[in-house]
DNA sequence: TATGAATGAGGTTTCATTCAT
DNA sequence: TATGAATGAAACCTCATTCAT
């Protein structure tokens, strides 16, 4: 007659709840969009109840916020200590950079929380706003620091250096933009290698035949 | 008892309803989002009653699919005939290319569609290969007609044109992006024009200091 | 400057106006039923703009009653003169009267109204009224009288007048039924000559076969 | 600062959940229409919210197709065998259908959906058909053998056992059509038992009167 | 912790009716 | 008389959220 409190059947493993609730709803968000994803089809793809899922989250934005914060989190944790106080020839690190940032824009989950923001910083702009003061205002100055060195030292040209900011990555994230949005993908695929080795080149040494042939050419 | 002369209960003004009533959705959506625009809404910003905007449209996607067609236009009408065959040195023509997209995307109307695209996309697909197909699948070909010929005739780089575009393009949509999406403006404004000139001299004679400090630096 | 007000231009006959506007009513309600058919239909079959049918009919619902009521004044004018007071044996009356109603039957103008009602009922219960009391008050009891008068007279065996009618006109109104809801036809098509002749044959002389058969069998 | 005991706010009752919306769809279609029943009266007429109708069936018109299905498992489920492969005197068999027929079209159940597709056949054709396919295809076939029997066995004039069977059933479904439609009972009540009687009566026997009179009558 | 039945606000769409012309 | 542009009420349906169990 009595329920004896034995121990838990199996207490499936409670701890990683809420990642399995981000993780569904990345997904989902990233598929259908906000709006069009219903709680309950989180909660089935991350094999929980309805219910279940407002024991994690007080509401469906929340599961939003949850899964920018944790964007954010490894950026404050992580990175930019090899980037600051970097003197001497940016080049090399900027080829670098922008080669890990290329390969990490074809990672699903690098790109997922941007376009999501993109589409719904409309509804959530304050999420856009955190995302903007906890990634892009920490990453941005130490671009611009880079660059800066760079004038300062004599490998660059004197440029803006908050503008040459998009001159260097602009190119990427419309190459993205362009097969996100519109399915445009040069011929021979993706290829983010070759647009990062295109673009290098003219990115240094400009598109422009060099000097030499210019000057017969003006002739 | 009297008669006090009230505003006519019905105006009948048959013109220009539909572009009205595009006007008002177009601003709208910009500003809320197609979900969170209510046609009511639409309807008095258009000063009309919400059933007549149906009067006009039979549904509100079919609004959204009216402002695309709407934008579509006078691409396929205008353009594209000063850029194709065109011959000789791009430089001057990319120049004035990218001086011309750069002052259009700071007219508040041209950049809404796309920003509406990016958002919709998910949810109206067949809009977003319409305007690919009705305005990028027309220009990009061209361009990249423009940079192969600069290629052949010696005024460029051997590089690759299609991915060349997004060289050339890539940094004043993200200028855009950046203050659209997360209110990032350099310190001096939004300096369409400062972006656009710092970005052609990097563009034409690249990032690097001239070939005499490298040569040196080289050493 | 001013407009001579010229004689009509062309006057086109107003008179028969509201006609055509219950002619088209009722084709469309029939067609597609009363909630189902809009108004603007309505005015284009009859050749008229939505705003005419107003001038004509000051409601959707008064076009129905007026389909009603034009059905209804020809019954009062005319027939039952020929079936009233009729004395000596009314099998042949009977005969001619259930090929006459069977014959009307098939003609769409006649059924148009019944089963108009028969669907609209519920929703103008009042119509129902009105037809039961022009029509069928009037024809009813004329037949329940015939059908006495042939029980007094030793024609008819002694049966209950009343509950006979619906024995005399069922089968008729099941044929159109079954036809017109789930069309239900018999393997020769409509056939209602062959039917109201079969039903006559049961009706008069009974579905047994004759007696001396009868009692041949019993043997 | 009281929490005064109200009745709680959900109820728990997956039980037999549609089972109860059907039954209060019939009622109220069978009492205003289809059209003119709000999902929310169904809900309230089941002690639900209108949002809980949708969690049983996904639309208005599958609580009507609903309806009908559950109409129409009992017939394919139950008999007909007791009339299929019948030999003998169809007589008995008939009367004693045509009775049991009689008392279903009183129980209030068993018309509604004849009466609902009746009206509402314009709107879901399908249905109709369904109904058809289910019900009658089963049904009148039998009857039709049944006749064609009495016929071969010498029971029954030679006459055409598939108008016969309008014969048969028609003054039932007329006497309802004219109580329920229009209002009109016979004095001395729905009097249904007489009706089949009466019924009986002049089907097997014919109205006129016995072969004697009527020779008496023809010298 | 977990479930899922139940709620109800909110928005699109239809169309009878009105009225300025 | 005639038009048809404009109105606005009404109803279906969705889904985030709640809560009894």
């Known amino acids: 007659m009595q329920t004896e409190p034995r121990g838990p059947k199996f207490r499936r493993r409670a701890e990683a709840r809420p990642e399995e609730v981000l993780d569904a709803a990345l997904a989902l968000f990233v598929e259908k969009g906000f709006a069009s994803t219903r709680v309950e089809d989180i909660a089935s793809r991350a094999g929980l109840s ?5 024991l994690y989250f007080p509401s469906k934005e929340a599961i939003l916020e949850g899964l920018v914060q944790r964007a954010v989190v490894p950026i404050a944790a992580n990175a930019l200590g090899f980037l600051s106080n970097y ?8 080829s670098s950079v922008l080669k890990m940032v290329a390969h990490q824009l074809t990672q699903p989950g690098t790109v997922a929380i941007p376009k999501l923001l993109i589409r719904e910083m409309i509804h959530f702009p304050e999420l856009a706003a955190m995302y903007r003061r906890e990634v892009l205002d920490r990453v941005l100055p130490v671009l611009e620091q880079l ?7 004599g490998h660059f040209r004197p440029i803006d250096p908050q503008l040459t900011i998009r ?7 419309l190459h993205m933009l362009m097969a996100e949005v519109f399915g445009i993908v040069p011929d021979e695929g993706l290829a983010m290698e070759r647009l ?3 673009h290098l080149a003219i990115l240094f040494d400009g598109l422009s035949a060099p000097q030499s042939d210019r000057r ?3 002739t």
């Open 50 to 54: 309805k219910g279940a899922v407002y």
């Open 87 to 94: 003197t001497g020839d940016p080049r090399p690190v900027i």
């Open 147 to 153: 660059i800066s060195n760079g004038v300062a030292e």
């Open 167 to 173: 001159s260097i990555v602009g190119p990427i994230v």
């Open 196 to 198: 990062v080795d295109n």
């Open 216 to 218: 017969f050419m003006a």
